[in-house]
């Protein structure tokens, strides 16, 4: 009964997506056009080498048009994003509730990093309009302090490694958060270690929740050279790295060079991680 | 996932490629506060996204029909889609709104501001010329003011990013300024009264000292001879002592001193007692003094006033007889004195009323050769405009007038006619 309810919400989502897409395209084409006489308006100018006031009131209102354009299509392409996000929601919590009643998916590991990948990339991307500061939890800017992390929210956390009697900062899925505790139940996102830990809130890191947009919020990245704590790619656990360059669009993803003691020189050659997957970490104190 | 879709890349073919290297020319400088001529505007990219190129996903939704739900296949493709769109949607929409606030800006305040624009290569050079010359005439004109108004070039290299050159030229200047050297200012003004024309004024100066010699030349009138000064010293402090009460009793009073005090005899009587003497080891005076009886001459003397009276009167009787000169009875030392500075003036006078002469003589000299010399440099002016004329003449090969050549050789013979009289006066 209930994955019908899901379900009939999801094909609804889906239909309004289909025609928000073809408003969108609507609205895309008519932007196009305006900004074509912009463009004829833009050669004019230059041909006539100097703005005349006449061109001058041309130009602003063709702007304006412009920008209602824009801000139409911005919003259009906004409710669309919402919709994919809501019905990725829907998806999440039905995969949550299989869990809980025992039908745990199993992934091999390949199909393991896969799945990260495209979480990842699927992210919901957070752009604000003009003038607005990022959020938490949106790329590098980090949770509010009193945060707490959802049941089946990213986390990184710091478990000790049973054999090798050392700490690692691992990618781990929140179970749950016992308030009166104040501590958190995590699952290995790693299968087959099949761990849960319970941690204490300040182990657990939760991992950002929106992408940040590389073209309108350049402050919500890490800025270059920045020591962060990262996914290292084929794994599932958090290394130090230093940031070599940051994502340059919305698709892209932070170039990072990783401290790894396997190279010569101790620093494995740049790779690419998601901003998902990108923290920081204070330095923990050796004691 | 690793595909890369660069939101960045133009859909407008040729136009946005200008664009794009236009781009690289912004700088500072092209928001500058340069004059409306020198306008030299790009325009801002708007972006868009290539549909075809990069929109595969969100195109095959489009192909289909609108009630048809997007599947959930596609769901991971088109999201990335819309997200380029939608950053790409956002940038236009910060981009356009910059514009037109710059836009406004410059209809509010023309010369102020302008769109954020970029400088377009092939105005690039007339721009930096313009620029050259600008700095060069700033240059010139920081020199001028040499930091007079420090103030005013400061504000001007404020909206004036021309040139760091002006910048620090007012700030060097300015610093060297100021110990200011006033000495050869000074000099030329304490030396220009001796170096300049005679004038008549300095001649009239001249006689004026003459007539004052002429004067000290006549001699001192010098005036009779007044009360002995301690009668007016005696006179001047009792009036301080009693205030200014009456002057005849205070004369009364000094009168009645004098009776009291002055009993002694005064010269003219001490020399004709003591030639009356027979003896004079035997100091009548002393006697006189201590024993009135042992002198019976002086004791028996008449009862007259006072000693001056008797003085006086003695004088009188001596000078009826003959034996005192009237004539020298005002020939005291200070009389001498007076007498022999006056002797000294006159010579010093004598002396100064030659020199005075001989340089008034000189002084209308030179006054007469002063006017010759205006002449000659009134002619020497008129010559060199007649000399500018021919070399322009000649410049543009034109043959001067007969008329106009005269003119050139009167003044040239006018002019070493003048400077003949100069050499002979």
Redesign the interface.
Known sequence: MASYFENAA??ER??T???L??E??GE?LK??QT?DH??KA??K??QE???T?YN?QK??GL??T??SD??Q??EL??Q??TK?ME??NICNERKLKARSEGNREIFHRGALMKML??SA??LP?W?GK?DSKAPPLCGAIPADPNYIAKPGDMVAAMVKIVEGDEDNWILAEVVSFNPVTRKYEVDDIDEEQKLRHTLSRRLVVPLPIM?A?P??DPDALFPKGAVVMALYPQTTCFYKALVNQLP?????DYELIFEDSNYADGYAPPL?VAQRYVIDIKERKKS | ????????KES?GK?SANYQSNGKHKDGRSQSSET??E?D???PI?Q?VD?TRHLHC?SS??A?S???????ED??R???E??????C??????T??A??TA??N??ENKAEI?PVSLV?SQ?KRKLSDARFTKSLKDLSKVRNRDGLNKDSVSSENDTDNSGDVVNETPAESSKVTIPKNDTPNKFWAYVEPYAKDITKENIKDLEDLVAACDTDLGGVNIPPLGRHYSANWAEEDLNQERGSSDKAEISGMIKKAATLCERTPGPLVQRLVSALMEDPSNDSFSKLDSDSDSCPYLSKLPLFHTTACFERRLKRELEAVGFLDGENDDNDEIMTEIKKCEEELKIVAGQNKEQLELLISKAKYEMKRQEVKSRIRAIETELTEVYRKTTAAKLKKKQLKKKEKDQAWKILKKREQLLKTLENM
């Open positions: 999801i094909q889906l239909k997506l289909s025609s897409v073809h969108i395209e895309r932007g196009e900004l912009i463009t833009h050669d100018i230059n080498g100097r703005l006031s001058q130009l602003k702007y304006n412009a920008l824009a801000v299509e911005e392409l906004r669309a994003l994919i019905i990725r990948q495209v990339q699927t991307l752009v003009a992408k947009n073209e309108t340059t669009s919305v698709l892209d690419k | 996932m690793k595909t890369k879709y660069s939101s960045k407008k136009d409306t001529e306008f505007f790009a325009f708007l868009t549909r969100y939704i489009l289909r609108k009630d048809e739900p997007v599947t959930m769901l991971d088109l999201q990335p819309l997200e380029v769109m939608f950053s949607a956002a940038i236009r929409v910060r356009l709104k514009e037109i836009l406004t410059a209809e302008k377009m105005k």
